[in-house]
């Protein structure tokens, strides 16, 4: 199969023709990309499934451009429910409620809960809409892969698996989404993203967080190894041991990459680096970005620990998983 990049109105067209056929599209939101099929048909569902070799036992969430296509997807949708998705949506946030019997079980892996998102990126709203349907998606990358956050990097995934991708340039946020349950008694966070857990209680009044061993994984996923380079991956805990663990990895004949925000980039006295830039908003959009070159360049990875307040909490959990825990 050949895999075409698109952009603009041309893209938004053909994607649509696309998933009225059958057929995977991958299209960009200000999460990550991702790799979308019309949630009420099963067998191009399946085809989601199948170029992403995702095991079919992990839900996909269902993507919807106007919040009136709530209603034919989710029930007994709570007061508390109806608070974050008037503050949060659109953005980049995930809500898990009871479904509807209209949503397939494929689509939630057998869950009788469906996570719902509405995206803010103009163009992943426009294909939406203009696809009429709701889209089911997971990110656009190989099962176990790091996330999408180009055309590029879904390109360099999904050649030849997928008919179309349709280009809209860089993700601003650049990690996925915020995932909260809301279908059980107390909200829960099942996966921390852009939407912080200070700002989710600010409306809610509480929620928790899942932390802790998975005993039974609320967000299946989590049993999964996610987000790895194809290289060793560490967290330094600060600049000093960032630059020991690059060092020792150097005499062993590795080639280390560091990637850093500004500040500290500039500490590392000429050692090879990405730099994420000073924000942290910045160093969220950049994270991905930098995992992927960082792969390409380099056999072995040291990235900084950017602390736990806020949005870089939510980096920190995607970097964890990377790093397979690993602290110098
Ligand atoms: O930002 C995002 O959320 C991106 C963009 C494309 O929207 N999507 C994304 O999808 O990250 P994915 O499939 O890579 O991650 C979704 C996670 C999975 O770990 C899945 O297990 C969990 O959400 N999930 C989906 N539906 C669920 C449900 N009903 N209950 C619990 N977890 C669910
Ligand atoms: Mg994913």
Redesign the pocket.
């Known amino acids: 199969m050949r895999t075409l990049v698109l952009k603009g109105k041309e893209a938004i067209e053909k994607g649509a023709e696309l998933i009225a056929s059958g057929e995977v599209v991958a299209f960009p ?1 200000e ?4 790799l979308g099929a019309d949630a009420f048909n099963e067998e191009a569902v399946k085809k989601i499934f199948a170029a992403k070799g995702r095991p079919s036992d ?4 269902v ?1 919807i451009a106007d919040i009136s296509a709530l209603d034919g997807l989710a029930e007994d949708v709570s007061e508390a429910a109806k608070s974050v998705i008037s503050a949060f949506m659109p953005g ?1 946030i ?1 809500v ?1 409620m009871k479904k509807s019997e209209k949503v397939p079980l494929s689509v ?1 892996a057998g ?1 009788d ?3 719902i ?1 509405m ?1 803010s990126h103009v163009v992943a709203r426009e294909f939406i809409k203009a696809c009429g349907t709701p889209i089911a ?3 656009a990358n190989r099962s176990t892969h790091i ?1 999408p956050t180009s055309a590029e990097h879904v390109f360099e995934d999904m050649d030849g698996r997928i008919p179309l991708i349709i280009d809209g340039g860089d993700c601003e946020v650049g990690i ?2 915020t ?1 909260i ?1 809301m279908s059980t008694d107390v909200p829960t966070i ?2 921390p993203g852009a939407v912080t857990s200070e700002m989710l209680a600010e409306v809610l009044g509480a929620v928790k967080t899942f932390s802790g061993k998975v005993v039974v994984a ?5 049993k999964y190894k996610h987000y790895a380079p194809s290289c060793e991956t560490v967290v330094a805990k600060d600049v000093g041991s960032a630059v020991k663990a690059y060092d020792d990895a150097e005499e062993k004949g590795l080639k280390p990459v560091i990637i850093a925000r500004s500040s500290t980039a500039e500490k590392l006295g000429g050692r090879t680096h990405i730099d994420l830039g000073s924000s942290d908003a910045e160093v969220c959009r950049n994270i991905y970005a930098a995992l992927h070159r960082a792969e390409k360049i380099a056999g072995f990875i040291v990235c900084e620990h950017f602390g736990e307040k806020g949005v870089c909490g939510s980096v920190m959990n995607r970097v964890m998983k990377s790093a397979g825990g690993k602290i110098v």
């Open positions: 939101t999460t990550v990309y991702g992990n839900p996909l969430i993507h980049p995930t898990i939630t869950l809960t469906v996570g998102r995206p998606a997971p990110s996330s996925e989404s995932i349950d099942l996966r609320k967000a299946p996923g989590m």
